[in-house]
């Protein structure tokens, strides 16, 4: 059964988790209670030093005993009734919304994968006889003196500056393929992080054929554009020589420089042929020109367009990151808001529904006055104002989980309607006066026999909820008030993207991946309300 298969999935998830943090390893998705534990000051007590991550630890037994609960209540053998086979049947009938709830299965399996699937971290690495895995280790080693050591560059060979920072494990790849040592680094899938990971400037060799002209080595028409030469391919920004082309030939100025960045060289061609030109450096002109260097080349500063060649299948952002990185580390935004918020939304949203329906009078009075003036203001527009009051401070070092305490904080409203209503029809049945005779409380009317009652509205929200949810980050991204930039969101390349209108690639990845999302959720919640009405199992006399 479907329900045992989870109880049992976060019973091992949370002793993984828990064995993880214990481990000093970085478990996919598993590390993200201990992680935001970790960076927030308020969910850890005990200082810096040895800090109490007290919510990765409650995460940890709120999913054994999530897990647990599910065990309990679904035990081996169990049937649902008869009516709820059959929407399950219903549902299942259904094939785009059953193939809709595969789909979206199938991408969160995916987006759980996190950095084994996208990283800039090696999942394994050899060196000096040694392996490694970065993207699961937390740390190097642990000193004598008890303190953890994280994976920095002098603990791979290198020097200077790099020795004390984290090493660029793509360039470091390239270091032990040339040196053949018997060395070797095995990065993810996508060898990118999702932000923070500027990555290294494409550049495409061009090609002079059989005609004497320079040509795009995909292209039939000869070249037109800047043509450079560079001293190291891995730092394109260190520039040789500056030709400028047109149809193939050499025309305008071009200027060189030497390897310290400083312009010591300018010509001017006209159809191929020098006219005239200058040499300021020291040393002789035809060393210069000699020194040297790499093929002319194109180079495609940020952002470049896509390119299996460059192994940048989708191209780069504005600022350098790689756009299939990028987009999944928005998927996984958008997965982990929906974890966090759908409960807390609907927590508050049907215990405060159904206590209106239940209670009515003056309770039920004051909360739908409240209620219907926050409602009476759009409700994107109420978002902005809070989230432009927040302190820029906070947001950079809470980013995600002050958000979606905003959302939540004015997202519940709207299923209050509902769980009022069925409330207020269900309280009138007989199996609640028959409860309150036999001496049943308050609380367990309302949630044991009122509240399962109910099970049908809740659900057919649930799709609508995180379409609306995906919309809201979106939008508020979009607008500037939403995440930080730490965080990959697809509003933020929306935004970058209508602002480089020369980088289709931008806005297009981004739209694609937002609507399919959104429409593969959306058929799932027509689905789940198709097969919940209970106009399909009712026979009215």
């Known amino acids: ?76 053998g169990f049937q649902f009734t008869p009516i709820t086979q059959r929407r399950i049947d219903r549902f299942c009938s259904i094939k785009r919304g059953h193939r809709a709830f595969v789909i979206v299965g199938v991408l969160a399996l995916i987006a759980a994968l996190d950095q084994l699937i996208v990283g800039n971290e090696p999942l394994l690495m050899k060196y000096d006889g040694r392996y490694y895995s970065p993207a699961l280790e937390r740390y190097y080693e642990t000193s004598e003196s008890g303190d953890h050591v994280m994976f920095k560059g002098r603990h791979f060979g290198l020097s200077g500056d ?32 999702a932000t923070q990971d500027t990555v290294r400037v494409p550049t495409l060799e061009l090609e002079i054929r059989d005609d004497g002209l320079l040509y795009h080595p995909s292209a039939k028409q000869p070249f037109s554009g800047l043509a450079t030469k560079v001293y190291d391919l891995n730092d394109p920004g260190k520039m040789h020589l500056r030709y400028r082309y047109r149809q193939g030939l050499r025309e305008g100025v071009a200027d060189g420089w030497d390897e310290g960045r400083v312009r010591i060289y300018g010509a001017q061609y ?43 299948v989708l191209g780069t952002t504005p600022q350098g990151y790689d756009v299939l990185a990028y987009l999944y580390g928005g998927l996984q935004v958008n997965f982990k808001a929906a974890i966090f918020y759908i409960p807390a939304v609907y927590v ?85 006066a028959a409860s309150r005779v036999i001496g049943c409380g308050t609380p367990r009317i309302i949630f044991k026999h009122i509240l399962p009652n109910a099970v049908a509205i809740l659900v057919t929200l649930v799709p609508f909820s995180i379409s609306g949810l995906i919309m809201g980050l979106t939008s508020l991204d979009y607008l500037g008030f939403g995440l930080p930039p730490k965080y990959a ?29 959104l429409i593969l959720v959306t058929f799932i919640g027509e689905a789940v309300r198709e097969a919940f009405d209970p106009k399909k199992f009712t026979y009215y006399k």
């Open 162 to 193: 790099a020795a004390e920072s984290k090493p660029d494990y793509r360039l470091l790849n390239k270091s032990f393929e040339e040196q053949g040592g018997g060395d070797w680094i095995l990065m993810p899938l996508v060898p990118y992080a």
């Open 348 to 432: 508050i949203g049907i215990t405060v529904g159904l206590l209106m329906g239940f209670f009515g009078g003056v309770f039920d009075l004051v909360v739908q006055r409240l209620i219907e003036v926050f409602s009476n203001i759009p409700f994107l527009f109420v978002i902005i104002i809070v989230s432009s009051s927040v302190p820029i401070a906070i947001k950079e070092k809470s980013g995600l989980g002050v958000i979606l305490l905003i959302l939540v904080v004015f997202g519940w409203m709207g299923m209050t309607y509902l769980m009022r209503t069925a409330a207020l029809k269900e309280k009138a049945r007989d199996y609640v």
């Open 270 to 312: 006209r159809a191929g042929e020098l006219v005239s030109d200058q040499f300021m450096g020291e040393g002789s002109k035809d060393d210069f020109l000699n020194r040297e260097s790499s093929a002319l080349s194109m180079i495609y500063y940020a952002p470049s367009p896509p390119s299996l060649k460059m192994n940048h």
């Open 489 to 517: 969101t697809w509003g933020t390349l929306l935004k970058e993207g209508l602002g480089n209108l020369s980088a289709p690639w931008l806005v297009s990845s981004a739209f694609v991946c937002l609507v399919a999302l």
């Open 1 to 76: 059964m479907m329900f045992r298969k989870i109880g049992w999935l976060l019973v091992l998830g949370g002793v993984l988790s828990a064995l993880g943090e214990l481990l000093l390893l970085q478990l996919p998705t598993l590390r993200w209670p201990f992680d935001v534990s970790r960076e927030l000051g308020w969910l850890n007590t005990g200082g810096d030093e040895s800090p109490l991550l007290w919510f990765g630890w409650l995460s940890v037994m709120l999913m054994i005993g999530g897990g647990v609960s599910l065990l309990i209540k679904f035990p081996r």
